[in-house]
């Protein structure tokens, strides 16, 4: 009941029973779970022990003909195999209420994943994932470090990620070539959707040019204001902000609560609302 790994599939099987236990321990208990990309069922295995009404995302017709023979329906009713593109799923609508995800996820395609989590916050509450280690520093770097970025801030607006533990390549078939980690993302949103969205519209031009001042990537978006620069200043100025250091800053000395704010200042409705 093998199939031969693809790597255009991101397919590095875990083989490593301590592992696939210690991932499986950090489910939350109360929330029913979709498993990402279960592959031949290594995690699956030990998730249906606790949750027997798991859903789980594949891609890959073959894996899923070994989950089929693996968890047949009638030992494993109320377990669903989801024939789908992970990317093309709308995981709120499976459970229709609070959930959980988890998985060994394909890196081809983890910052994608990430954010499809973000945009199903409403109901996600929990996310256990296995990513390359290098990609889980980026999600909790300390602002001025080189990892820090639009993944970290991304996933500060959302809540907060901790690194679990590390695996090394000798725990899959086949090995990757670099070190994994395990993370847990703990979803709590400060800011609504609209927020979300328009506060990482301005990080990813800041971002776009990291060598490049804020007053330079910003330039098209402050001169677009009634009175450019002039205005962006005050209503920065408005916001304990202090102009002239901000505009002379790059994109990776902005703290979060920073971007907050510099997205509130460009947008005039939400400076009057606050202001009354
Ligand atoms: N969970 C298994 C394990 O730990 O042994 C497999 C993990 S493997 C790193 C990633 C899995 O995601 C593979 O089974 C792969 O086929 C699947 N996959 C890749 N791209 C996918 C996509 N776009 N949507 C859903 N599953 C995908």
Redesign the pocket.
Same mark, same amino acid.
């Given at each position: 009941m093998a199939i031969k790994p693809k790597k255009s599939? =991101?397919? @590095?099987? %875990?083989k490593d029973r301590n592992i696939i236990l210690k991932i499986a321990a950090l489910a939350n208990p109360d929330l029913p779970v979709i498993e990402? =990309? #279960? =592959?031949?069922g290594? %995690?699956t295995e030990e998730l249906l022990k606790k949750f027997p009404g798991l859903k789980a !995302?594949? !891609? $890959?017709s073959r894996?899923i003909e070994v989950l089929k023979e693996k968890f047949p329906y009638g030992e494993y009713p109320d377990f669903e195999i989801i024939h789908? $593109?992970? %990317?093309k799923t709308d995981i709120s609508a499976i459970y229709k209420k609070d959930f959980q995800v988890m =998985? @060994? !996820? #394909?890196y081809y395609?983890s910052s994608q994943i990430f954010f499809q989590l973000y945009d199903a916050t409403g109901y996600l509450k929990q996310a256990v994932l296995m990513i390359q280690k290098d990609l889980a520093k980026r999600l909790i770097a300390p602002v001025g470090r080189k990892d820090y970025g639009i993944l970290t801030i991304a996933m500060a607006l959302k809540g907060k990620c901790t690194i679990e533990f590390d695996v090394s390549p000798h725990c899959f078939y086949p090995q990757p070539k670099v070190t994994s980690s395990v993370i847990k993302m703990v979803f709590n949103p400060v800011v609504n959707d609209s927020d979300f969205k328009s506060i990482m519209r301005i990080v990813r031009i800041a971002f776009s040019q990291r060598r490049k001042v804020l007053g330079n990537c910003l330039k098209p978006i402050i001169n677009a204001l009634p009175d450019g620069k002039e205005e962006f200043i005050g209503r920065l100025n408005k916001v304990g902000m202090d102009a002239e250091k901000t505009l002379r800053q790059r994109a990776e000395q902005l703290t979060i609560d920073e971007y907050i704010l510099l997205n509130k200042c460009l947008n005039q409705n939400i400076i009057d609302n606050s202001s009354r």
């Amino acid at each position: 009941m093998a199939i031969k790994p693809k790597k255009s599939l =991101g397919q @590095n099987f %875990l083989k490593d029973r301590n592992i696939i236990l210690k991932i499986a321990a950090l489910a939350n208990p109360d929330l029913p779970v979709i498993e990402i =990309g #279960p =592959g031949t069922g290594a %995690l699956t295995e030990e998730l249906l022990k606790k949750f027997p009404g798991l859903k789980a !995302i594949e !891609i $890959d017709s073959r894996a899923i003909e070994v989950l089929k023979e693996k968890f047949p329906y009638g030992e494993y009713p109320d377990f669903e195999i989801i024939h789908s $593109d992970i %990317l093309k799923t709308d995981i709120s609508a499976i459970y229709k209420k609070d959930f959980q995800v988890m =998985g @060994n !996820i #394909p890196y081809y395609i983890s910052s994608q994943i990430f954010f499809q989590l973000y945009d199903a916050t409403g109901y996600l509450k929990q996310a256990v994932l296995m990513i390359q280690k290098d990609l889980a520093k980026r999600l909790i770097a300390p602002v001025g470090r080189k990892d820090y970025g639009i993944l970290t801030i991304a996933m500060a607006l959302k809540g907060k990620c901790t690194i679990e533990f590390d695996v090394s390549p000798h725990c899959f078939y086949p090995q990757p070539k670099v070190t994994s980690s395990v993370i847990k993302m703990v979803f709590n949103p400060v800011v609504n959707d609209s927020d979300f969205k328009s506060i990482m519209r301005i990080v990813r031009i800041a971002f776009s040019q990291r060598r490049k001042v804020l007053g330079n990537c910003l330039k098209p978006i402050i001169n677009a204001l009634p009175d450019g620069k002039e205005e962006f200043i005050g209503r920065l100025n408005k916001v304990g902000m202090d102009a002239e250091k901000t505009l002379r800053q790059r994109a990776e000395q902005l703290t979060i609560d920073e971007y907050i704010l510099l997205n509130k200042c460009l947008n005039q409705n939400i400076i009057d609302n606050s202001s009354r």
